[in-house]
């Protein structure tokens, strides 16, 4: 046995929301990274993401000492008192002057639930500001009111993982699981295996779409109409469970009206997916034993997001599935703790346990549990982009704390939004490089990274796990934990924020969830450690945690799910003579967000050195451009230029842009920030483009 696998530390991979368990050795310097096989989420499978997940922790670029933006106009380096001193005496002249919801707060999925936990704390009893919320809202915020509206609750999967490799017929919309998430196909080859069908809808014929059985090519912001006319075909061809739609939910009338006008002709029209194959995928979801519906970033990053996944949840409701063994709805969460990050109080409207804010019954227990009044928890604040778009306004945020997040590439419009981040008085990023928010900030704290700190999250399908620390953090660094918590003091809060450790956070945190919709009170660092993850809820150290919801009933006031009868609307933004494609955008193997860490390491820019636009050959014809050639596309926001791939993988009136790079490359800067109603999630995945070879000047 090596010295490094004496030392071999059991954590889990930073990226993705499959929280692959990994063995981490070696030196800070020259980590050593295995698949965990005891793990039973990925039971030993890595990407290429994971296995170099290693490399940033010695990075060059890292940062090791905090930042401050001096008389001329760079970022210098500072100690860390006085750059909290600066931070702390900001804030308060920010506030002194605009008021308390002057200072806003962005948080991000990839924190642990130990510091979204902390942050939703931190910005309301230490700041006292209803202005919080978190890049989660760009990700998952669709799924998730969806599912709290029809089924009762949020859980990305509420049931295990392994159920994939048990459905009889499998409907994936708008995901790419064999790019962003390879080791989830493991389930996926166990489901073909056992002779199950995977059928995928999407506008791009990708890896994942290559794989499946069938391929639903449907043209983009067209989910909703699928979803009604899959549906349509399923009560005409009586394929629905009336026993279990009599039983178990209500206002199934309603949306049995509203489908019978989705006849298959009139949605070929709508989707671009021929008749005959909405027909036999309806009629392959009817007659399976066990039918699965999951929805990804496609049919959710749109202006009528919430909508098109009642659509979706819809057609599993009808098939009598959900609740029941491998089958049901899933939402495939993102992000590495999207569904932990969502749970416990980053969000403009929650507190934590998934309560809500405007609940007296929610503020007083959590009020309790912080010991402090209930009025003096601020209530609902805006959305994550309506709080970025107010920035420098007069009656906006004026100072912002940025946190595990980089919206100067990950939010749309983001022209606009560096124009918002420029017009504050304060902006302060806690980060590992200096990202391109980070280069636009005022102060820049240097923290820990995924090996370097204790600490939890939850992945996709709801199992709460232990991610352990596998070294130190460098000296000058600290963890996100302590920046908070030195913040508090700073602002004269020390009294609510006397931490020892992570786990007396946690332990907090599961007092705060208790009799919440997300309780974690059953949960402890030792179970965690033990049972190699819980599924939550979970309210008794002694009890099990709950692997499948809505067995027996849904928690619901009625106790039944709820149809929604929702018609397709088209996108915010529709093509015209001068924007003639569909622009849609997504994310590759190699890279990961916004790209502040993947696009540091030298083995993933080898697969993914920039963004390619993929157009068909149709498409690139008619734009006069050819393979491999530079090309600006231009959207009513602004312009970016790519290099094209020409590629029958894709429907000929749409162009694809992975969303990993920011400046000139940056796919956000033409994204369109019209937002869902509900969910308030961004429209990243449709709207009107032009494509124009770059040797010519593009117009107006």
């Known amino acids: 046995m ?3 696998q004496l030392h ?4 889990h991979c930073p990226y993705c929301a499959l929280q692959c368990g990994m063995l981490v050795g070696g030196t800070q310097g020259a980590p050593t990274i295995t698949g965990d096989p005891r793990f039973p989420v990925n039971q030993g499978g890595l990407c290429v993401k994971g296995w170099t997940a290693g490399t940033t922790l010695a990075h060059p670029e890292r940062l090791l000492t905090p930042l401050i933006r001096g008389a001329g106009g760079h970022l210098e380096p500072a100690d860390w008192d006085t750059a909290l001193d600066v931070v702390a005496r900001r804030i308060t002249e920010v506030q002194g002057r605009f008021g308390r919801d002057a200072v806003g707060v962005f948080g991000g999925g990839s924190l642990t639930n130990e510091k979204a936990y902390l942050l939703g704390k931190f910005a309301r009893v230490a700041l006292r500001t209803k202005n919080v919320d978190y890049n989660g809202r760009f990700c998952m915020s669709s799924a998730a009111a969806a599912s709290i509206q029809a089924l009762g609750l949020d859980r990305g999967l509420p049931f295990p993982l392994e159920d994939i490799s048990h459905a009889s017929v499998i409907l994936l919309a708008g995901g790419n699981v064999a790019e962003t998430m390879p080791p989830i196909m493991q389930y ?14 999407d506008p791009r014929r990708t890896a994942t779409a290559q794989w499946a059985a069938r391929h639903l090519s449907l043209r983009p912001g067209s989910d909703l109409a699928l979803a009604n006319g899959l549906l349509h075909v399923l009560v005409r061809d009586q394929l629905v469970d009336q026993a279990y739609i009599s039983e178990r939910t209500e206002g199934f009338e309603d949306l049995r009206r509203l489908v019978s006008t989705y006849w298959p002709e009139r949605v070929e029209g709508l989707t671009g997916v021929p008749e005959a194959e909405i027909v036999e995928t309806a009629r392959l979801l009817g007659r399976a034993p066990s039918a699965m519906i999951l929805t990804a970033r496609g049919p959710e990053q749109q202006a009528q997001g919430v909508n098109n996944v009642f659509g979706y949840i819809n057609l599993a409701l009808a098939l009598g599935m959900v609740g029941k063994p491998h089958g049901g709805y899933g939402c495939l969460t993102g992000q590495g ?8 109080g980053q969000k403009a409207d929650q507190l934590p346990g998934y309560r809500r804010i405007d609940d007296p019954s929610a503020r007083q227990h959590v009020a309790d549990v912080w010991s402090v009044p209930p009025s003096s928890l601020p209530g609902p604040g805006i959305s994550a982009f309506e709080l970025i778009d107010s920035c420098g306004a007069e009656d906006g945020v ?4 940025v946190m595990g997040s980089n919206v100067a590439v990950s939010a749309p419009d983001s022209h606009r939004v560096e124009r918002r981040l420029r017009a504050l008085d304060l902006l302060v990023v806690s980060d590992f490089f200096v990202s391109e928010t980070a280069a636009l900030a005022d102060v820049v704290l240097p923290v820990a990274q995924w090996a370097e700190e204790d600490g939890t999250t939850t992945n996709l399908e709801g199992r709460v796990i232990l991610r352990r620390r596998a070294f130190d953090p460098p000296a000058g660094v600290r963890t996100d934990l302590d920046v908070l918590t030195a913040l508090a003091a700073c602002l004269g809060t020390k009294r609510y924020f006397s931490y020892g450790s992570s786990r007396e956070v946690f332990d907090e945190l599961g007092r705060a969830s208790r009799g919440g919709p997300a309780d974690y009170s059953g949960l402890t660092y030792e179970r965690l450690d033990a049972e190699d993850g819980v599924f939550w ?8 945690g709950t692997p499948r919801l809505f067995m027996d009933r849904f928690p619901t006031a009625t106790g039944r799910a709820r149809f929604h009868a929702v018609s397709h609307q088209p996108p915010a933004e529709d093509r015209d003579a001068s924007y003639p494609l569909y ?12 790209g502040t860490q993947t696009r540091r390491i030298a083995e993933l820019n080898e697969f993914a050195p920039e963004p390619v636009a993929e157009m068909h050959p149709t498409a690139a014809r008619l734009a006069r451009v050819s393979n491999g050639e530079r090309v600006t596309l231009t959207t009513r926001r602004g312009a970016a230029t790519f290099t094209v791939k020409v590629t029958r993988a894709i429907r000929e009136d749409t162009v694809f842009v992975p969303f990993h790079w920011g400046g000139e490359q940056s796919v956000n800067r033409l994204t369109n920030p019209a937002l869902d109603p509900t969910s308030r999630m961004p429209e990243f995945k449709v709207c009107a483009v032009r494509v124009d070879p770059l040797r010519s000047e593009a117009p107006e």
């Not at 071999?8 to 954590?11: D, K, Q, R, V």
């Open 2 to 4: 090596t010295a490094d």
């Open 8 to 11: 071999t530390t059991a954590t």
């Open 188 to 201: 996926f080859e166990r489901q073909q295996a056992h002779g199950g069908t995977l059928i995928v809808a």
């Open 337 to 344: 703790n999207g569904q932990g990050g969502r749970e416990h």
């Open 398 to 401: 004026r100072a912002l704390l």
């Open 537 to 544: 809820p979970c309210g008794a150290t002694d009890g099990p």
């Open 583 to 594: 622009l849609t955008t997504g994310r590759v193997l190699a890279q990961y967000q916004s």
